[in-house]
């Protein structure tokens, strides 16, 4: 579906953020993989995340949906069953990379997962390589990329350091170790997403951390209960710099994630000189179990342009579209570098970010690992292609807002991967948008 975003004039309002869709995979993954039932309290319903209740229905775990709390019965460290099809992922690469830590320890079963056409373009050798080494039997296409056929087997505890940081491979290590026979670590080059270590930690595992490098011990059982899940700042994101560009914009944001693993944008946004007011999170020497949360009060400002560096991009690696859109607003430039990681997302983002913004006015050049914007001149508007990529639609949509003659986004829909209700919500906070589904 096509839809048109035409120049705002100042949002205003309050609204809560989805929930989180990291969390909301590993509650459901967790539960799944518990020994007593785990109450999901606001589980995100939106495809990517009913994808993982459907694959864990599939696995043998007993799953009910309250309106907005979901309850899993699980099926056990070692109890998967063999769904005799194949486990569709849909467009969710999270599921398919944190699964498959799980089921490579199901002894004498093999699982295979699939998904859409844009999963068959995402790399899974980077999980299938610490699987192997830990004993079980992986094949993908081409060596690479889904189907993977995975074999499970007695695991080995292994020290495994990731070439490039990223949260879903050490995830999937993790979660392996909890079945192998000694303790499993995972080091980084850059600290990334830790929900799944504060999660393994509720649920009463031995899991530290030491700078960069995460230790777990096997487990006999997870006890997990309860998961709140917190608003998704990645989501919220996109209402933040809808905020911050538009001017005359007040905004409230309530609930949202504040992890500090996860606010790397809110600091950029800072950074730049846009106002976003909350209690975000300051770096901890410890790992801590609870996931912290906080409103954010967003009002326009004047952007400045700013760098963001390797160190940075995991913290925030899927508002980066956000921060080339920030700089087409900024004065001077915004430069990011080694995210070469975007070229491997729901779609390659370096190229659908430059083009796509390019083709809207904006002043930008791509590089192997990043891009530069010079900024200042805002964006005059036209139409954009969200490439089938939930976050090039959003910010397609925000571009609209913050442009002078507004934005058609082709494929609007694919927002429903992670917020199905972000036209809704944009909508509420002023902005207005018309369907063109002919077109
Ligand atoms: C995610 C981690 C990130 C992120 C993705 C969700 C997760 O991927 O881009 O949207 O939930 O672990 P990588 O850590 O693999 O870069």
């Known amino acids: 579906m096509n839809m048109r975003f035409a120049p705002a004039r100042g949002l205003s309002g309050e609204l809560r953020a989805p929930a989180d869709k990291s969390i909301s995979h590993r509650a459901a993954l967790l539960g799944a993989m518990a020994s007593e039932p785990v109450r999901i309290e606001r589980y995100l319903r939106a495809a990517d995340t009913l994808s993982t209740l459907a694959a864990v229905r599939a696995l043998g775990a007993l799953v009910e949906q309250h309106g907005e709390h979901v309850l899993v019965r699980g099926a056990g460290l070692r109890g998967a069953s063999e769904p005799g099809e194949p486990i569709d992922v849909g467009n969710a690469g999270t599921l398919l990379r944190l699964l498959p830590g799980w089921l490579a320890a199901q002894e004498g079963c093999t699982f295979t997962l699939d998904g859409d056409e844009s999963i068959r373009r995402r790399p899974v050798d980077r999980i299938a390589e610490p699987l192997r080494r830990m004993g079980a039997e992986l094949h993908a ?7 993977l056929r ?10 495994y350091e990731l070439e490039v940081a990223s949260a879903q491979v050490k995830s999937c290590i993790l979660l392996a170790g909890l079945t192998a026979d000694g303790a499993t670590t995972v080091g980084e080059p850059a600290r990334s997403r ?3 270590e504060r999660l393994l ?7 530290h951390r030491n700078g960069l490098r995460v230790t777990v011990a096997s487990a006999d059982e997870l006890l997990l209960d309860r998961v709140t899940v917190p608003g998704d700042a990645s989501s919220a994101a996109f209402l933040v710099a809808a905020g911050v560009l538009v001017p005359g914009s007040r905004l409230v944001i309530r609930d949202v994630g504040v992890n ?6 809110l600091r950029i946004v800072r950074r730049m000189r846009g106002i976003v007011l909350g209690d975000l999170e300051a770096e901890l020497g410890e790992l801590e179990a609870d996931e912290p949360v906080s ?10 342009g700013t760098t963001v560096g390797a160190e940075e991009v995991p913290l925030a690696i899927d508002e980066l579209p956000l921060v080339a859109l920030l700089g087409c607003f900024a004065e001077g430039e915004t430069v990011v570098r080694g995210a070469q990681e975007l070229r491997v997302k729901e779609s390659d983002r370096i190229a659908g970010v430059v083009e ?5 006015g904006a002043d930008i050049e791509a590089a192997p690992d990043g891009f530069a914007v010079r900024g200042g001149g805002g964006l005059r508007g036209g139409v954009i292609d969200a490439r089938g990529d939930h976050r090039l639609a959003m910010m397609g949509a925000v571009a609209g807002l913050a442009s002078r003659e507004g934005v058609e986004v082709l494929g609007m829909d694919a927002a429903a991967v992670s917020y199905p209700a972000f036209v809704e919500d944009l909508t509420r906070l002023g902005g207005s948008h018309d369907e063109r589904s002919w077109s």
């Not at 995975?150 to 020290?159: H, K, Q, T, V």
């Open 141 to 147: 296409r081409d060596g690479r990329f889904p189907p």
């Open 150 to 159: 995975i074999d499970g087997a007695r695991l080995r505890a292994i020290s």
């Open 194 to 196: 830790d929900h799944t």
């Open 201 to 207: 930690l509720r649920a009463g595992v031995a899991i």
């Open 260 to 265: 500090w693993t996860r606010t790397g944008f």
């Open 295 to 304: 409103d954010l009060d967003v009002a326009h400002g004047a952007l400045e």
């Open 356 to 360: 796509g913004l390019r083709g809207l």
